[in-house]
């Protein structure tokens, strides 16, 4: 089982959302979970909840992570995602049974490593609502596997990113679109691997509008 903090939102009400954030490579349930305090007022009886990876970080001692990334390359990126999906699946459907939601009331909010975990949920959860990642990249399934074209996707990204370079989110959009899911691409200029204010104001208002099922157009 994975652990990591929660927030409820201050609003009254039962629940009737849920925001699982997916943390970075060396990082923790911790990191991420800070969202929810510029978040809670929009998104109004929601749960946030921010798991830490399944495993121990490699390289960083007091971190975690999602899978190891021994490099950057495809065959080992599908390899540690293989190994994750199931888990991180298995999780996510114990959280909606607990909160007795659906997978269209679930979204999914990643930076980095978080990220590509995230966009794999797509071939392992149906219906589910949307996704926002953060400064990350996608790696398509090797195997014929079906995607969730109902969920749709904001990805974020720093054109001065030298972690995740900013030609993953382009390949990631092509990619997506390659297989008809819907994406969204917002751009920060001059941002580095982080998250600005900026993107953490467009990530909550995407939240907002597929959540709240209010159809109003979002600026990027």
Wanted: some cysteine; overall charge neutral.
């Amino acid at each position: 089982m994975l652990l990591g903090p929660k927030v409820i939102s201050k609003a009254s009400g039962p629940i009737s959302k849920l925001v699982v954030f997916l943390h970075g490579y060396g990082s923790s349930g911790d990191d991420l979970i800070g969202l929810s305090e510029a978040w809670q007022h929009i998104l109004p009886s929601t749960v946030f909840v921010s798991p830490n990876g399944p495993e121990k970080c490699d390289i960083h001692a007091f971190g975690y992570q999602w899978y190891g990334i021994p490099d950057f390359s495809p065959t080992n990126m599908r390899l540690g995602l293989d190994r994750v999906r199931p888990i991180l699946a298995q999780y996510l459907k114990s959280l909606l049974i607990e909160y007795k939601l659906s997978p269209q009331d679930l979204a999914l909010v990643g930076f980095s490593q978080g990220t590509i975990v995230a966009l794999e949920m797509l071939f392992s959860l149906s219906n589910l609502n949307c996704i926002v990642g953060y400064s990350g990249a996608f790696f398509p399934p090797t195997e014929k596997s079906v995607a969730t074209s109902s969920t749709n996707i904001l990805l974020i990204h720093g054109n001065i990113d030298t972690v995740v370079p900013y030609s993953a989110l382009l390949q990631a959009e092509q990619d997506l679109k390659n297989l008809k899911i819907n994406v969204k691409t917002h751009t920060c200029p001059g941002i580095g691997h982080t998250i600005d204010s900026a993107g953490i104001n467009i990530g909550g208002e995407f939240l907002r509008q597929n959540l709240s099922m209010i159809p109003q157009p979002i600026a990027l």
